[in-house]
């Protein structure tokens, strides 16, 4: 049974920092993976995706990177500031089926 | 432009009553999703639609019914209500083939509905 988990639950930088927020799941064989960000109250909005065949995914300040055969994925955002400030999701498509299985999120607070 | 569009966006009920919650994508896709986010933020599956045929259930009571008109709509019924049920359900979409075999299928979420069961 595939199992998503995203380490550390909570983070708080200072603007400017580069954040680096890890997923990690226990099945390598999987069909695409999604980081999300959710802000409180609202909806998620897709940040990116990566196929399986994918090492990485850039879009504008982030980089998301895909280790099939560790099951890892980090997001990296890059000069970081107050409007990053939200809970990061991480989501893996097992199959073909389309159902994700989320982690349960990593908390990023930028302080000014 | 709404892409994923959900009402209400608040549901305050008593138990034992039945609701519904209505979905409406507008970015042309195929498939369409519903999840629930319990109070601990944790986002689940329920059930998932290609082209208006049901193609995943999630092992949720039968209480909960999904129903799709259109492949735009997913509306979601729920009867006889329970104090937990209570939680964010969040509808999504995405193009995916039937078969799931799309080279893109990005999934894009409405802005959920917190139901809130008394």
């Known amino acids: 049974k595939q199992e998503v988990t995203q380490i550390p639950a909570a983070l708080s930088v200072p603007e400017g920092e580069n954040l680096v927020l890890n997923c990690s799941f226990t099945d390598s064989a999987i069909y695409n993976l999604q980081w999300f960000r959710q802000d409180p109250g609202k909806g998620l909005t897709s940040l990116l995706l990566i196929q399986s065949s994918q090492r990485e995914q850039t879009s504008g300040r982030l980089n998301a990177s895909l280790d099939k055969s560790s099951g890892r994925s980090t997001l990296y955002i890059a000069a970081s500031q107050p409007g990053d400030s939200a809970t990061y999701l991480c989501?893996?498509?097992?199959?073909?089926?389309?159902?994700?299985?989320f982690g349960a999120g990593t908390q990023v607070v930028v302080t000014p | 432009d709404t892409a994923v569009s959900q009402t209400p966006k608040y549901l305050v009920t008593q138990m034992g009553n039945d609701k519904s919650i209505k979905c409406e994508q507008n970015l042309g896709h195929d498939t369409m999703y519903w999840y629930k986010q319990d109070s601990k933020k944790f986002l689940k599956i329920m059930f998932s639609?290609?082209?208006?045929?049901?193609?995943i259930n999630e092992t949720v009571p039968n209480r909960f019914s999904p129903k799709s008109p259109d492949k735009a709509h997913l509306n979601l019924h729920i009867n006889s209500l329970e104090l937990g049920d209570s939680a964010v359900y969040f509808c999504?979409?995405?193009?995916?083939?039937?078969?799931?075999?799309?080279?893109?299928?990005?999934?894009?979420f409405g802005p959920g509905t917190r139901l809130t069961v008394l």
């Open positions: 999504a979409s995405s193009q995916d083939l039937a078969g799931g075999h799309s080279s893109y299928n990005e999934q894009f």
């Open positions: 989501a893996v498509r097992p199959d073909s089926w389309g159902k994700l299985q």
């Open positions: 639609y290609n082209n208006k045929e049901l193609i």
